[in-house]
Protein backbone atom coordinates (compact mmCIF):
# COMPACT_ATOMS: atom_id res chain seq x y z
CA UNK A 1 0.00 0.00 0.00
CA UNK A 2 2.75 2.41 0.87
CA UNK A 3 4.75 2.00 -2.62
CA UNK A 4 0.95 2.50 -4.61
CA UNK A 5 0.59 5.66 -2.24
CA UNK A 6 3.92 6.67 -3.41
CA UNK A 7 3.60 6.01 -6.69
CA UNK A 8 0.91 7.96 -7.19
CA UNK A 9 1.46 11.04 -5.31
CA UNK A 10 5.58 11.36 -7.08
CA UNK A 11 3.82 10.30 -10.70
CA UNK A 12 1.15 13.15 -10.50
CA UNK A 13 2.62 15.55 -8.22
CA UNK A 14 6.18 15.84 -10.27
CA UNK A 15 7.01 16.97 -13.90
CA UNK A 16 9.61 15.21 -16.11
CA UNK A 17 12.81 16.22 -15.02
CA UNK A 18 15.46 16.82 -18.08
CA UNK A 19 18.31 14.13 -18.51
CA UNK A 20 20.46 16.78 -19.37
CA UNK A 21 23.88 15.93 -20.13
CA UNK A 22 23.33 11.76 -19.22
CA UNK A 23 23.46 10.26 -23.00
CA UNK A 24 21.12 7.64 -23.43
CA UNK A 25 21.35 4.42 -25.85
CA UNK A 26 18.09 1.96 -26.65
CA UNK A 27 14.73 2.52 -25.62
CA UNK A 28 15.59 4.92 -22.45
CA UNK A 29 15.23 8.10 -25.37
CA UNK A 30 11.33 6.87 -26.59
CA UNK A 31 8.25 8.86 -25.36
CA UNK A 32 6.21 7.57 -22.62
CA UNK A 33 3.39 8.10 -25.34
CA UNK A 34 5.17 5.05 -27.72
CA UNK A 35 5.11 3.15 -24.55
CA UNK A 36 1.15 3.69 -24.33
CA UNK A 37 0.31 2.79 -28.29
CA UNK A 38 2.13 -0.02 -28.04
CA UNK A 39 -0.19 -1.06 -25.53
CA UNK A 40 -3.43 -0.31 -27.39
CA UNK A 41 -4.97 -3.50 -28.52
CA UNK A 42 -4.50 -4.92 -30.98
CA UNK A 43 -1.13 -5.60 -29.90
CA UNK A 44 0.44 -6.84 -32.87
CA UNK A 45 4.05 -8.91 -32.56
CA UNK A 46 6.28 -5.83 -33.41
CA UNK A 47 4.18 -4.19 -30.40
CA UNK A 48 5.02 -7.09 -28.08
CA UNK A 49 8.75 -7.23 -28.70
CA UNK A 50 8.85 -3.93 -28.52
CA UNK A 51 7.32 -3.89 -25.39
CA UNK A 52 9.55 -6.43 -24.06
CA UNK A 53 12.33 -4.70 -25.41
CA UNK A 54 11.88 -1.37 -23.47
CA UNK A 55 10.77 -3.40 -20.21
CA UNK A 56 14.69 -5.12 -20.13
CA UNK A 57 15.91 -1.67 -20.52
CA UNK A 58 13.88 -0.67 -17.62
CA UNK A 59 15.12 -3.57 -15.89
CA UNK A 60 18.32 -3.05 -16.29
CA UNK A 61 18.60 0.73 -15.33
CA UNK A 62 17.02 -0.38 -11.88
CA UNK A 63 19.71 -3.13 -11.37
CA UNK A 64 22.34 -0.38 -11.68
CA UNK A 65 20.50 2.30 -9.80
CA UNK A 66 20.35 -0.82 -7.05
CA UNK A 67 24.16 -1.09 -7.36
CA UNK A 68 24.47 2.94 -6.41
CA UNK A 69 21.28 3.64 -4.74
CA UNK A 70 20.25 1.04 -2.54
CA UNK A 71 21.38 -2.57 -3.24
CA UNK A 72 18.30 -4.17 -1.98
CA UNK A 73 15.93 -1.42 -3.96
CA UNK A 74 14.52 -4.62 -5.83
CA UNK A 75 13.89 -7.21 -3.54
CA UNK A 76 10.23 -6.48 -3.08
CA UNK A 77 9.21 -6.01 -6.76
CA UNK A 78 8.15 -8.28 -9.54
CA UNK A 79 8.98 -7.61 -13.27
CA UNK A 80 5.27 -7.34 -13.42
CA UNK A 81 5.17 -4.65 -10.79
CA UNK A 82 7.54 -2.45 -12.50
CA UNK A 83 5.63 -2.67 -15.45
CA UNK A 84 2.11 -1.96 -13.53
CA UNK A 85 4.48 1.37 -12.00
CA UNK A 86 6.31 2.61 -15.65
CA UNK A 87 2.41 2.43 -17.23
CA UNK A 88 0.81 4.97 -14.26
CA UNK A 89 3.94 7.10 -14.99
CA UNK A 90 3.33 6.87 -18.47
CA UNK A 91 -0.48 7.10 -18.27
CA UNK A 92 0.07 10.38 -16.48
CA UNK A 93 3.28 11.73 -18.33
CA UNK A 94 3.23 10.80 -22.09
CA UNK A 95 5.78 13.39 -23.15
CA UNK A 96 8.23 12.52 -20.96
CA UNK A 97 10.85 9.58 -21.92
CA UNK A 98 11.06 5.63 -20.72
CA UNK A 99 14.37 6.65 -19.01
CA UNK A 100 12.40 9.37 -16.76
CA UNK A 101 9.51 6.65 -16.14
CA UNK A 102 12.19 4.36 -15.14
CA UNK A 103 13.79 6.98 -12.34
CA UNK A 104 10.45 7.91 -11.12
CA UNK A 105 10.10 4.27 -10.19
CA UNK A 106 13.44 4.16 -8.62
CA UNK A 107 12.79 7.10 -6.84
CA UNK A 108 9.75 5.40 -5.65
CA UNK A 109 11.38 2.47 -4.55
CA UNK A 110 14.10 4.52 -2.41
CA UNK A 111 11.11 6.23 -0.82
CA UNK A 112 9.32 2.91 -0.08
CA UNK A 113 12.45 1.92 1.75
CA UNK A 114 12.70 5.05 3.08
CA UNK A 115 11.55 4.26 7.37
CA UNK A 116 9.16 7.27 7.71
CA UNK A 117 10.40 9.10 10.61
Known amino acids: MRI ?10 TAP ?11 GNQKCSEWNLARTPPISQADLHEQHRRLDW ?10 W ?20 YCIANPDAT ?8 ADVLVAARTPVS
Open 69 to 88: RDHKLLTSVTPDDVERMVNL
Open 98 to 105: VYWAADAV
Open 58 to 67: ILGYLGGSAQ
Open 17 to 27: VQAGTIVLLGP
Open 4 to 13: TTLLLATFVA
